[in-house]
């Protein structure tokens, strides 16, 4: 049984040269097939829709129109940093987060002199005083209340 491996040796290079022969027919019938379509030129519009004049004017234009040439190509900025000085930026940045994560992990820092916070935050956030209303202001309130439903109509009723 093993001696006959070049059998299947012999198989698969003629496998694999008639698959190329297959695969070269196709793509050569698929080319000659397409000879009248060029890839680098835009398809014909379709003459039943609304905007195929424009569609194909357009076209047109674009055959004529100015392509780039090598010379075209903008010369290389020269005002941006290199490569080390980006890796010098990331790693300054890597260094100031492992810091900032240091610093601020748990039990690295504790609460102290809350008393002492608190008081100046009410000494320099003085409340107003409460405005407690009085008769007069207890008095207009009803009086605006008083007119607003005066004014007040009913909805007409729905005939039955």
Request: no cysteine; aromatic share 4%.
């Given at each position: 049984m093993n001696d006959q491996t070049g059998k299947i040796v012999r198989l698969g290079v003629l496998f694999r040269g008639v698959a190329l022969t297959g695969l070269l027919t196709g793509l050569t019938a698929c080319a000659s097939s397409m000879s009248s379509i060029s890839p680098?030129?835009?398809?014909?519009?379709?003459?039943?829709?609304?905007?195929?004049?424009?569609?194909?004017?357009?076209?047109?234009?674009?055959?004529?129109?100015?392509?780039?040439?090598?010379?075209?190509?903008?010369?290389?900025?020269?005002?941006?940093?290199p490569d080390v000085e980006f890796k010098k930026a990331v790693g300054a940045e890597k260094v100031a987060g492992d810091k900032l994560r240091r610093d601020t992990a748990p039990s690295t820092w504790t609460l102290s002199d809350t008393e002492g916070y608190a008081f100046k935050a009410r000494k320099l956030g003085k409340a107003p005083p409460a405005d407690i209303p009085t008769d007069a202001d207890r008095a207009a309130t009803e009086a605006f209340a008083k007119a607003a439903r005066d004014r007040a109509t009913a909805p007409p009723s729905k005939p039955q």
């Open positions: 680098f030129s835009p398809p014909p519009a379709d003459p039943s829709s609304p905007v195929a004049a424009q569609a194909n004017a357009a076209a047109k234009a674009s055959k004529h129109a100015k392509t780039p040439r090598f010379v075209d190509i903008p010369p290389i900025p020269t005002d941006v940093r």
